[in-house]
């Protein structure tokens, strides 16, 4: 089923992804595997992976061929988890004529603290952990780069916030969890024609998104906490 997030962007949801469609490019700030950091892309992309696979491939190529083989024409901005499509949770704002909309999957296995000794121990080695907190963050207002990189600041202090409310450790330093070791994010601006230059906690903007991932991801991982 196919759900209208704001007038260009549009949601599937799916046991095995999270798939937003634009209906033209949108300007993504991300640190996904798939064409992350800032780019214009068509397409968003949270894909289910297995906790182990036996697979040799490159995460990127994993994502490239899997929007192949979904039919999606243009540029992809993809993340992966391995946390059930259940645990996700949407929530939205409109406030001055502004949508704010943020989509979250949550795993909670390999749960890390800021600082804490991390298992690889190579500068240029990457994570094989799963358990990922996946944060995906839609306006329809239009961002500039500078406010796209404080509402990740805002993003991931809010993520922080909801861990320290339900009390998540991490194993290494048994101390609060910040996170979990393969976190992902992405900051999608709108079309406008409203333009948003700050996002920060001083700012109403701020409020609304913090307070709203907050509460989105308090829910997401207390469904994965009952399970």
């Not at 001055?96 to 949550?106: P, R, W």
């Not at 509402?151 to 979990?180: F, H, M, R, Y």
Request: charged share 15%; proline share 3%; hydrophobic share 40%.
């Amino acid at each position: 089923m196919t759900t209208a997030l704001t007038r260009y962007a549009s949601l599937q949801h799916t046991d095995n992804h999270i798939h937003i469609e634009f209906s033209q490019p949108h300007s993504i700030l991300s640190s996904a595997v798939l064409n992350g950091g800032l780019v214009d892309a068509q397409h968003l992309l949270n894909m289910k992976v297995p906790k182990q696979s036996s697979v040799d491939e490159l995460p990127a190529s994993t994502l490239t061929n899997y929007c192949t083989a979904e039919g999606w024409q243009g540029k992809a901005v993809g993340m992966m988890t391995a946390a059930s499509m259940k645990s996700f949770r949407m929530a939205k704002v409109t406030e001055q004529g502004i949508d704010i909309i943020v989509l979250v999957t949550s795993g909670l296995s390999n749960a890390r603290r800021t600082g804490d000794l991390a298992e690889c121990r190579s500068m240029t080695s990457d994570p094989t952990d799963v358990g990922t907190i996946n944060i995906i963050v839609l306006t329809s207002a239009q961002l500039t780069a500078s406010a796209s990189v404080e509402a990740i600041l805002v993003i991931t202090e809010a993520k922080a916030a909801a861990l320290q409310e339900a009390n998540i450790l991490s194993p290494i330093s048994n101390k609060i969890a910040t996170g979990t070791g393969t976190d992902s994010v992405a900051v999608i601006s709108g079309q406008g024609p409203e333009v948003v230059h700050y996002c920060g906690k001083h700012v109403l903007f701020g409020e609304l998104l913090g307070r709203l991932v907050m509460d989105t991801v308090a829910s997401s991982i207390a469904w994965e906490l009952k399970r």
